[in-house]
Every structure is written in structure tokens, then in C-alpha cells.
């Protein structure tokens, strides 16, 4: 498996969550990595980047409420997740900028 998603699920609206993705390290360790979410009807948009050095980059709707990471160790990049919105509700996937998609994590934000 090449990119690995995991941590999704049902939140409450102000809640939090984190996603995590492991990846394979030949694809990891030169990579800038993203999140992407695809809600039911949308197209696929980015979430958040982080560059090998850790410079981050996010989309104007998760500002000051969404963290990237990367832990260049354990080739696994993250996504805090806090003061969820229920428009914050889709599919969340895991990249290293486009070449290979993780399968897919669901998060459901209640209101």
C-alpha cells in the first residue's frame, strides 16, 4: 500500500478530529504531501500542504481551524482537525502532490 488514510468518523459541529496517513517511504521522503476532500456532489479540492521542510500551506476555509504535519520518521503526514463545520463534511484524502491518492477517509460533521 502506498498511501494509507486513517482517523476519520462522526463529529459533532465544533469538535475535532485527526486524520493520519501513512505512506511508503520511497514515496514520503522527497514529497510534498496534501489533503484533499471531495464532499457529495463537489469536486476533489485541496485541503492543506507541507512541504519536506515543513512549510504549510491551506485553503482559506480551514484557516486557523486545520494543522498539517509530517513526521519524516514514521513517513506519515496528519491533519488536525478542530472546530469542525458541517460543511467540513467528505471524503479526505491523503497525496504526495497528485501522483498517488490514499483510498479515502470519511469525516461527518454533525451540526
Known amino acids: 500500500v502506498q498511501l494509507q488514510a486513517s482517523g476519520g468518523g462522526l463529529a459533532q459541529a465544533g469538535g475535532s478530529l485527526r486524520l493520519a496517513c501513512a505512506a511508503s517511504a520511497s514515496i514520503f521522503r522527497f514529497s510534498l504531501m496534501g489533503w484533499y476532500r471531495q464532499a457529495p456532489g463537489k469536486q476533489r479540492e485541496l485541503v492543506a500542504l507541507i512541504a519536506i521542510g515543513g512549510s504549510t500551506n491551506y485553503a482559506d476555509s480551514v484557516k486557523g481551524r486545520f494543522t498539517i504535519s509530517r513526521d519524516n520518521a514514521k513517513n506519515t503526514v496528519y491533519l488536525q482537525m478542530n472546530s469542525l463545520k458541517p460543511e467540513d463534511t467528505a471524503v479526505y484524502y491523503c497525496?504526495?502532490?497528485?501522483?498517488?491518492w490514499g483510498q479515502g477517509t470519511l469525516v461527518t460533521v454533525s451540526s
Open positions: 497525496s504526495n502532490g497528485g501522483s498517488y
